[in-house]
């Protein structure tokens, strides 16, 4: 296995370009998601990834072969797609043996590997069912036992959990995140889900319109989103500038200058401190926490998260006045005059 490199990728269908100067590297052993809305062009690069397109501009590379216009099958690839596109009427068993059939394995081999992944992927009773009378997450897992069982150069993931449930689909991130983490296959994950991106990659790469915004690590891409695309489509986002971050600071800064502060930094008191004064427009109970919507005097909105700490809590109701306050708002402003 070695590490795949993406150089200066851009591609149009028909006269419409979806990708442009994309270059990032997905290293070997790591989980990568591509994160971005509805046709940013994820699917896209992981076809170019997979060899089904050859990009208009740019390479790719895996370690220092340029594989641009290998063919999917000279590649390797082990791809679980959005529908998992499974044999409905063929057992679990022979849908994961199909790959392995295809590439002319031997009978003992195929049935070894089959073992192995229905194992790894908790399939070995459900070996002989089809999968037709499989639940949607039993189906996921035969998908990835397919694409694992040819033993890949990587995984490519597309979407992989849209099919599933909310409940199911947090049990069954975890459950990808650590069969990957067992065969330390290098993986390519695409979501348009932020919870989801965060909580299952080594890095993401944050995509909008066909281009690359931000890369790093899930704690950097939250803390530090630098352009608002980011910091609204990874979480929420309050954007303070002008005079309420002049009263916050309590000196006067250029015009220009406005922060990025995430609900949960914010503080609601009763005591002035060095807080501005707001009024609670909303209210929002969440049982773990409390998401508060309130409005200054200059009628800026904020959005403000508490964690509930029970009766020792003091809850805030519509149209209470408070006194806000952000956490080390000097240090915040320091990284952009
Ligand atoms: N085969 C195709 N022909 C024409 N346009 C396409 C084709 N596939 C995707 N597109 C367009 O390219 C853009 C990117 O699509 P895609 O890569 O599928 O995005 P995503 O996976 O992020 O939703 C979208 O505007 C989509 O409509
Ligand atoms: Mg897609």
Redesign the pocket.
């Known amino acids: 296995m070695s590490n795949i490199v993406l150089k200066n990728i851009s591609h149009a ?2 006269k ?1 370009k ?1 990708l442009d100067q994309v270059n990032f590297s997905i290293e070997e052993g790591e989980l990568l998601t591509l994160l ?10 992981l ?1 170019i990834i997979a060899g089904f397109i050859i990009p208009d501009e740019g390479t790719v590379a895996n370690g220092e072969k340029d594989i641009t216009a290998w063919t999917p099958e000279s590649r390797n690839m082990g791809i679980v797609f959005q529908n998992y596109a499974l044999f409905p009427n063929m057992s679990v068993r022979d849908n994961i043996a199909y790959g392995l059939k295809i590439r002319k394995k031997d009978k003992t081999s195929i049935r070894d590997k089959c073992e192995q992944y229905m194992e790894l992927t908790g399939l070995l009773e459900y070996q002989n069912r089809k999968v037709n009378e499989l639940s949607g997450g039993q189906q996921q897992r035969v998908a990835i036992a397919r694409a694992l069982a040819i033993e890949p150069q990587m995984l490519l993931l ?1 979407e992989p959990m849209s099919n599933l449930d909310v409940s199911l689909r947090t049990k069954m991130r975890e459950e990808i995140r650590a069969i990957q983490k067992k065969t330390g296959i290098t993986t390519l994950f ?1 979501t ?1 889900d932020q919870q989801e991106a965060l909580s299952i990659s080594d890095r993401v790469a944050v ?1 909008q319109k ?1 281009r690359i915004l931000k890369m790093g690590t899930p704690k950097e891409i939250y803390d530090d989103p630098g352009q608002d695309f980011v910091a609204d489509f990874v979480g929420t986002s309050n954007h303070i500038g002008g005079a309420v971050l002049e009263s916050l600071l309590g000196r006067r800064i250029a015009d220009s200058v406005s922060v990025c502060v995430r609900p949960e930094q914010i503080q609601l008191s009763r005591d002035k401190g060095n807080g501005i004064l707001v009024t609670v427009k909303e209210v929002k109970f969440m049982g773990m926490y409390f998401e508060y919507t309130v409005v200054s005097a200059q009628k800026e909105e904020y959005r403000i998260v508490e964690i509930n700490l029970g009766k020792m809590y003091h809850e805030w109701h519509v149209n209470d006045t408070a006194y806000m306050t952000v956490d080390n708002i000097g240090d915040m402003v320091g990284g952009y005059e």
Not at 36 to 45: E, F, L, V, Y
Request: proline share 5%; glycine share 20%; aromatic share 4%.
């Open positions: 269908y028909a419409e979806v971005g809305p509805s046709g940013c062009g994820k699917t896209t690069i076809r597309d695409i348009h995509m066909g």
